[in-house]
């Protein structure tokens, strides 16, 4: 399959991040598992770095890249928006519907972890509740996952998996989500991406959808 072929890195390397991941799921607690993560927090570099880099996972700064793509390609601008759309509603259906009781890291540290004390990045606003599946990590998969599909040159593909997978591992970082939950995020993320762009590649390869914008009534 060419999507197979032209995407084997990326998908490689997610796929073997996600295995070891699951891996010590199944073998620690998710709070133990935590709390061994979050030992390196409280270096100068890292922490700036994984305060900043969270924000790719945001929803204002995905509309502004889905922005910039629909002025200069608008068929891979509209795949962008409705990826970011539809994970986004598959996230909020499963935080809303199956899981609205699970609680973040910093809460159940707070009130149920006695001896055990996380460190945290300054200036983060810490949410509490809603834990799984994680929203950034979701939206990071989606977009910057169907970005690296669109991409024709591998140091592009494999840079825009790295700011996906950075994004998501910044949200454990941060405490804000457990391991499981940037986990369950990708997995949406990407699988959204996966689907759309094949329908995309599918259905929407005629030159006129390839255009930007300004150039759409000639």
């Not at 068929?75 to 962008?80: F, K, Q, S, V």
């Not at 910093?106 to 799984?132: A, E």
């Not at 369950?184 to 914008?213: M, N």
């Amino acid at each position: 399959m060419v999507f197979l072929k032209e995407n084997k890195w990326v998908l490689l390397i997610y796929f073997l991040l996600v295995g070891i991941s699951v891996y010590y799921l199944l073998r620690i607690d998710k709070v133990n598992l935590h709390y061994q993560m979050n030992q390196v927090v409280g270096h100068t570099f890292p922490d700036f770095f994984f305060y900043w880099i969270t924000y790719l996972g945001d929803g204002m700064i995905a509309a502004v890249l889905i922005g910039v793509v629909l002025l200069f390609h608008l068929r891979n601008g509209l795949a962008l928006l409705v990826c970011f759309a539809l994970a986004g509603l598959i996230t909020f259906c499963i935080k809303q519907i199956g899981y609205d009781d699970v609680n973040r890291p910093s809460f159940v540290f707070y009130f149920f972890v006695q001896g055990k004390t996380l460190k945290y990045v300054d200036g983060v606003d810490l949410h509490i509740h809603n834990s799984f599946p994680s929203g950034h990590a979701t939206q990071a998969f989606a977009i910057f996952g169907l970005l690296a599909f669109f991409s024709g040159a591998q140091w592009q593909k494999l840079s825009c998996i790295l700011i996906a997978i950075l994004t998501a591992y910044s949200r454990v970082y941060l405490s804000q989500h457990w391991l499981v939950d940037i986990v369950g995020g990708s997995v949406v993320g990407i699988s959204t991406a996966i689907v759309v762009y094949l329908l995309v590649k599918r259905f929407f390869e005629l030159d006129k959808w390839k255009r930007p914008v300004w150039q759409l009534k000639t």
